[in-house]
């Protein structure tokens, strides 16, 4: 649910204006998470096409668009003093009902994974939590999608304490030096396919650091301005163009690092502009969080099944907007929120 509004101004270089929802976003955030899922399904079912292979980078993309957001509704008032708990309790509230259904689903697979009491609670217990375990190889080994839900709190924690009252040249820095890891990383590993093993954690922190500061930085230069007129329709079809033609361009990190530091502003601003399907794109916006959420151990539900994977993704889509309407809220909400999202 929306936060209360606050009259309050900030030291920021650019201020918050109405909360007027963005529909582009909206769009562009279902075309992420609808990615996301094909790319599952062809984890699950090798035969089905590989339509999607990059949709890690989905991820990078929901964490800008995450800061882009979060300063633009948020950042003014919680300068003026909202409460960094009552901030982070607001997004619980909103993020773990749905996050608790795919857990929930999930358990019987946590199970059969890990059949033995004490794991399976080490494991359970934090990620219902929405905290990461240390007890198997994929730090949210109940399911696995939440992983990223876990790293934007981190980062909405660390704008709520400190980065909201940061300068816009110590936010610059920040997001240099994030580059400058994740580009290590990505040498290190060939990709950017980081943040979901406890191996690789601290990508997941240099991706949100990098994509989520820059999202700031958007804003407060921008706001809802876009300063490179990127067609919306151009912006519609980009990811899944690029999740399924990157892989003719070969494994390249540096590949994977334009995409966040230049194709998703890009992305974004193609959003910014759009105008038109209105009601659509708030619908499809509001299936994505719960479509991210749940879409997993539907997947392997349908799998369990014997269904095909064209089946296990209708069946995902069906199960999302199935826990979209259960879910939603009784009042519309004022502003887009990310609800998230965004990948592996």
């Not at 706001?223 to 079809?237: F, H, S, T």
């Amino acid at each position: 649910m929306p936060l209360p509004d606050t009259a309050a101004a900030a030291p920021l270089d650019h201020q918050p204006g109405p909360p007027d929802r963005l529909v582009g976003l909206d769009a562009l955030r279902a075309i992420a998470a609808l990615c996301v899922v094909v790319m599952h399904v062809h984890a699950i079912w090798p035969t089905f096409p590989d339509l999607a292979g990059y949709s890690y980078l989905a991820v990078d993309f929901f964490f800008m668009l995450s800061g882009f957001v979060m300063a633009r509704t948020y950042e003014a008032r919680l300068v003026a003093g909202f409460g960094v708990c009552r901030f982070l309790r607001a997004r619980a509230v909103r993020l773990w009902p749905t996050l608790a259904v795919g857990a929930v689903l999930a358990l019987p697979f946590a199970w059969r994974d890990h059949p033995h009491v004490d794991t399976f609670l080490m494991i359970v217990i934090p990620n219902l939590l929405l905290l990461p375990s240390l007890a198997a190889p994929q730090i949210f080994g109940l399911n696995m999608p939440a992983w990223s839900v876990f790293f934007e709190l981190v980062a909405n924690a660390a704008h709520a304490w400190v980065l909201c009252r940061l300068r816009m040249a110590t936010l610059a820095v920040i997001a240099v030096a994030a580059f400058g890891i994740l580009a290590t990383l990505g040498w290190h590993y060939g990709h950017l396919d980081l943040g979901s093993r406890l191996d690789n954690a601290i990508g997941g922190l240099a991706r949100v650091a990098l994509a989520y500061v820059a999202g700031i930085v958007l804003w407060r230069r921008f706001g809802d301005r876009a300063p490179v007129p990127v067609p919306p329709l151009l912006a519609w079809l980009a990811m899944p163009a690029v999740f399924s033609l990157a892989r003719w361009l070969g494994d390249d990190f540096r590949l994977d690092l334009a995409f966040v530091v230049l194709g998703c502003p890009l992305l974004l601003w193609g959003g910014l502009r759009q105008r038109r399907f209105a009601r659509i794109s708030s619908l499809a916006g509001a299936l994505s969080f719960p479509l991210y959420a749940v879409h997993y151990p539907v997947l392997l539900v349908a799998d369990a099944y014997g269904l095909s994977g064209w089946a296990g993704l209708i069946v995902a889509v069906v199960a999302g907007a199935i826990v979209t309407r259960a879910l939603a809220p009784r009042k519309k909400p004022r502003a887009l929120h990310t609800n998230y999202i965004p990948a592996h």
